[in-house]
């Protein structure tokens, strides 16, 4: 990689952490180079203390260039993952970032239509700071107990639209039966979304129907985050309709939801 692609200084301090549920954390480090740097969609790569080998990637929740300053949101899920749940503020956190190729942005005006499903809320936040009022969020999650971030996203001015996959929260059912309503009383100049793969295609089937455009995060397991081991290759088609085996690392994790064969 060429080295003035990201910033040789891997080590960095950890501002706060706080647990949002029983599984998910919030940490925000201090970052002022990568702040800078950063945008909606990209992600990190940490690699957490004792004796770990592969770093875990984890999307940008929050941007604070002011503060430099870059909040992420994980959920628990192996050692890795809960090896850095247990940092404290005053730590220190090893991290290869910014990577990957965020979201497309459009005139702050515009009325964007943004959608996460469980653990892929996070990064819709800072698209929800960009579009403010202009934005509808829909977000998805199991039950009430895996619910995050719904205060954060009302604080943004955006209307928030919550849905449960047994009702224990917000609206009982999925996320697509409110995006099709948002979609039939105001078309949207966009549609975002990250989350299982699912509900990523039906989010992208329902834009292809009204022809809305769609950019879905997409979700894959990583080795290097930087394009060099190849693991987390995906199926996507070029301007000609020939598939192409593309990164979500590197090319991603952002597509175009034409562009991925689902």
């Not at 936040?125 to 954060?152: H, K, M, T």
Request: proline share 6%; with cysteine.
């Amino acid at each position: 990689m060429k080295q003035d692609k990201y910033t040789e200084k891997l080590t960095y301090k950890v501002v706060s952490m706080e647990q949002l549920n029983a599984a998910a954390w919030s940490m925000v480090i201090g970052c002022p180079e990568i702040a800078q740097k950063a945008q909606p969609g990209q992600f990190v790569n940490l690699l957490p203390d004792g004796g770990f080998t592969l770093r875990r990637p984890i999307s940008i929740c929050g941007i604070d260039r002011e503060a430099g300053t870059l909040r992420i949101v994980f959920e628990v899920r192996g050692k890795g993952t809960k090896a850095l749940s247990e940092l404290k503020a005053g730590d220190t956190v090893n991290m290869l970032a910014p990577l990957g190729h965020g979201f497309t942005l459009l005139p702050r005006d515009s009325r964007v239509i943004l959608i996460g499903g469980g653990i892929g809320t996070p990064p819709m936040l800072p698209l929800a700071e960009y579009y403010g009022e202009n934005a509808v969020v829909i977000s998805g999650f199991r039950n009430a107990d895996a619910v995050i971030l719904q205060q954060d996203f009302a604080l943004t001015g955006a209307k928030t639209v919550l849905c449960t996959d047994d009702g224990s929260a917000g609206r009982f059912g999925l996320v697509t039966l409110p995006l099709e309503e948002e979609i039939r009383a105001e078309k949207p100049a966009a549609v975002c979304a990250c989350g299982p793969l699912p509900m990523l295609k039906a989010a992208a089937a329902l834009c292809d129907v009204y022809g809305i455009p769609c950019q879905v995060s997409l979700e894959e397991r990583m080795g290097c985050g930087i394009g060099a081991c190849l693991v987390c290759a995906c199926r996507t088609t070029d301007k000609n309709g020939d598939e192409q085996y593309l990164h979500v690392c590197k090319n991603g994790p952002v597509f175009d939801a034409k562009e991925v064969v689902w």
